[in-house]
DNA sequence: ATACTCCACTTAACCGATTAAGCACGTAAT
DNA sequence: ATTACGTGCTTAATCGGTTAAGTGGAGTAT
């Protein structure tokens, strides 16, 4: 491998003026910067990275996999990770991917990528609301960009998306189908979108002159088996809903299980809306309806401004990204029946239970 | 940041003897031993990254997306790459991304990578039966990674899987349902997977005392349109099969796009098997039989494997990874009448064409 | 003419590790 | 007693860049 030494040598100059022509830093006169750039070319010299970043930044995007999770193979994160790998190439920076197992944890990987000064900034994902990662590392003055909602309090930059907006619309998608009684399955409340979601869902139902009941309000896990336990409970009560909104699209998948499993007829005996749009929800029987979340344009937003961060650069005040309520099947008109029936089937059971 | 000079101070020895500690090269009496690494523990040292890699090796591998393609939003890519980056981990390596994009392609990422000395081997995805990529890089003496069959006149090392195991199952399935005109859908001939499918269609055909029909295999590209266009090619023939393995997953979607537009029942008037298992292939309707590629344990060996070359340990000899067929609804048995039906169609229609 | 300022470089220190070579000391062999 | 060798360190060169400080010469102000 040529080193900035060849250069220097075969262009007659010294490595500093190599340096200075390829960095574009330093006065250099046009004949000498030719021969350089020529020197440069017929050797394919390429700068050493590890010599470069002794004395600079490393260029270079760190991403910590949480161990167990189900990791890239959710193709929500697969997305989010894509986008900012593509808005890192377009900065000339790297991502680094630094996967968690038993061995090494999540904490341990943060560490050894920051303090070896192996990447400049780091991405954060599923930030909880105190985040007890987040402000130790701000505290140790790492860069970070946060993969989810960002609270004022919280340091580091983020891409905000308009999840109040977007449960708005499924709102009043589902008001607008005569709905009253509309569930919200939410996800656990340590994360941040989850005070969000039932902010915005609580909002738009006083707006509508709706009265929320606490009833329909059921916080889950994020798992599929969560929203079926959910929904199993919300079929138990006295006056169940005719509608539910789930905070993620894996919930709404353990939803229909548990309503087919109760032997309705989604879109029909109850109208579900989910969270997401990832690939299975177009595929799923039926179709979901859901909020597409811009998930590549995340991952590029957050790249871009963690660079930004990084290289001291302003940051341009951002715009929550807007999210898309795509109307599938999964979705109905209330039945006004539909609550009688319920009612009926609530009367038949009594007496097993009394 | 402490550096190692800090740890030398505090447990009163040289950096060289701290580097021999860190090591576990040089001799070292315990209690010198204990000193340093109690430097190193109450300074919380962690060794910077540029410094070490400027005079051993670096610990990572690379990944270079192609540009354009789906990228990581490609399930079947993102359950590799997860693979890849957990065994990176197991073997306290990193994974770098880099992704192409118009200003900077493959090659220039490639050569970026390697001649910056960022990484120590490289991970190239989808290699072709001739690929230069591949020869001009282990020219340079670039160590490889192969996802994808390795044919032996490729250097490199590679995480092979049974893909004519796999097909065999395939057609002993559908010959076991009765099939005895099954079309073959391959990928570009330019894929080393390619030929590989097409030997084991042939043989298993042989094998099994069916005579191989030329008009029943089509070289198709990798999309879904691709798969329905090949799909609407064979049903125009004058003696249409009655099951066809398609080599992805991807092209069965087509195909199932195509016989749905022609009128068929699949499964019923057409039985048809896939390659990968995907995701989506369990929630499509029908259910897709497909062959369930161990994706995720390829990217784990293939790192393995790459991470015993670069540090020169034998490689020990590979069995391939077993490919599972999961059947599905997709394919069902031969209806005799079906073919006369098919016959009966094309009758039909011979007077517009006449 | 002298001093001052740019310009276009060069010199050399520096980043933080690894590692070959050297050195002092104790022990064993001749 | 002398040589030889192994042990446990230190010294210093080295990896390949960046960059502050220095330098010689041309141009301009006084």
Known sequence: MPTIKDVAELAKVS???VSYVLNGTGTITPGTRQRVLEAVATLDYRPNHAARSLRTRSRT????LPAG???LADPALAELVAGLAEAAA???YFLILAAANPDRDETTLVDELVRSGRVDGLVLLDPLVDDQRV????AHGVLLALAGPLRSDLPGVAAPIDLAGGVQAAMRHLIGLGHHRIALITLPSDLVESEQTFLAYSTTLEASGLEPDPMLIVEAGVSQDDGMAATQELLTLPEPPTAILAASDALAF?????LRDAGMTIGADMSLVGCGDVPLAAHIHPAL?????????RGVQLARRLIAL????AQPPLDPLPLQLIVRRSTGKVRNRGIEEQRNRGTESTPEIA
């Open 15 to 17: 490595t500093a003026t």
């Open 61 to 64: 995007l760190g991403l910590v």
């Open 69 to 71: 999770a189900t990791g």
């Open 90 to 92: 377009e900065a000339n």
């Open 135 to 138: 402000v130790k590392l701000a």
């Open 254 to 258: 353990g939803v229909m299980h548990a």
């Open 289 to 297: 309806t859901t909020l597409r979340v811009p998930r590549h344009a």
């Open 310 to 313: 990084i290289e001291g650069r």
